[in-house]
């Protein structure tokens, strides 16, 4: 009994067969058929290596949502030369509330304003990065890519002792209050004030009065090696004294997830507007450099995706599918075409070799006219 129930089971398994198999003595083979398979194989063999390719790279997948961590502090890292005595300059935060933050996280560095030659030339590069990045804003996706986890090492300027230190590098961190804020450095050092703060301004000679500045960083939120900043690079000269530069950022919370690193950064945007300030034409203000800066509500949440192994499958799939069964119908309805006008085109020279003699008025026959060579 059990070798008829596996004996049934077998049969009905041989009828439920999809696939049939057509013996080879049923199969011809010829030479247009085997053309298009060596062009169908090579053209599967192509797409499937591109496909390949495609499957090796990754996207990046922007999503965003409300921000509602308004509970931490937001991290500012500042690289700034300016070109002025570092006794002459003070730099600190003044948020929305009126509250100074403390910069004891800032370090202020005596150094000469002008760049030596590899540095210049890495500011050149630097500069011309960002043009483009205005204009390919896809190469933002390729920053994301690079960027890793690490400390950032901070670039250093050589000293040739040719002549003493005329300017002052600010650098380092300080944590804020994570509102809108003011991030500036003016004359004379800061001081704690019932109303705000102050600026020992008094003490500074006029003539030693010049902003110009270069900004080698600036960014919010944990620094992260290979993200390039808007203000990065930028260089700033004046030969006024009395001068007044203002960056207006808006900053936006991003939490970055790639395969090389996991953090939460902060992007922005800035807006720059600078004037010379002149109380005899109507242009008031006070000298300096102002970094305003507001956080957005929305957060960005950028991860970086890969194509799962199951659709590069199917993709896979098909493409050798639809190569064999198009190329399959190509040579079908080709052959189709070609066997219906060699058929008509024997079928007319039949009739015309076995076409009747034809009578004329007079009685007499009138023989076809072909002739056949001999061989």
């Not at 250093?156 to 991030?183: E, L, T």
């Not at 024997?346 to 008025?361: C, I, S, T």
Request: net charge negative.
């Amino acid at each position: 009994m059990r070798r008829i129930s596996r004996k049934k089971a077998l049969t009905l398994v041989k009828e439920l067969d999809a696939f049939p198999k057509v013996p080879e003595s049923y199969v011809e083979t010829t030479a247009s058929g085997g053309t298009v398979s060596l062009v169908a194989f090579s053209l599967m063999a192509v797409l499937a290596f591109l496909e390949f390719f495609v499957y090796r790279n990754t996207w990046m997948n922007y999503e965003y949502e409300v921000d509602k961590d308004f509970t931490s502090k937001l991290r500012i890292n500042v690289d700034i030369t300016v070109a002025m005595r570092c006794q002459y300059i003070g730099a600190d935060v003044l948020d929305l509330a009126e509250t100074m933050i403390a910069s004891d996280g800032l370090k202020y560095e005596p150094v000469k304003f002008e760049l030596p030659p590899e540095q210049k030339l890495w500011q050149m590069t630097l500069l011309h990065i960002q043009e483009r990045l205005r204009v390919e804003h896809s190469l933002q996706n390729v920053l994301f890519k690079s960027a890793v986890k690490g400390p950032v090492s901070a670039p250093s300027q050589s000293d040739d002792g040719s002549s003493s230190p005329s300017a002052c590098r600010i650098h380092g961190h300080m944590y804020v209050n994570k509102v809108a804020g003011n991030f500036h450095i003016t004359i004379g050092k800061s001081i704690p004030h019932p109303r705000g703060h102050a600026h020992l301004a008094a003490l500074v000679s006029h003539d030693s009065y010049n902003f110009s500045h270069r900004i080698d960083h600036l960014s919010f939120g944990e620094e992260i090696p290979g993200l390039i900043n808007p203000l990065d690079g930028t260089e700033k000269i004046t030969a006024d004294a009395n001068h007044m530069f203002q960056y207006f950022i808006t900053i936006v919370p991003t939490k970055l997830n790639t395969y090389k690193v996991s953090a939460e950064t902060h992007q922005y945007s800035v807006t720059e507007r600078e004037r010379v300030i002149n109380h005899a034409a109507g242009s008031h203000g006070v000298s300096g450099i102002f970094m305003k800066y507001d956080i957005s509500s929305l957060m960005v949440r950028v991860t970086e995706q890969h194509m799962p192994l199951w659709q590069f499958l199917v993709r896979l799939c098909g493409i050798v599918g639809g190569i064999f069964s198009t190329t399959g119908m190509i040579h079908g309805m080709v052959g189709y075409v070609v066997d219906v006008v060699c058929c008509r085109f024997q079928m007319g020279l039949y009739k015309r070799m076995d076409a009747p003699p034809n009578e004329q008025g007079d009685g007499q026959l009138v023989l076809p006219t072909e002739s056949y060579s001999e061989e």
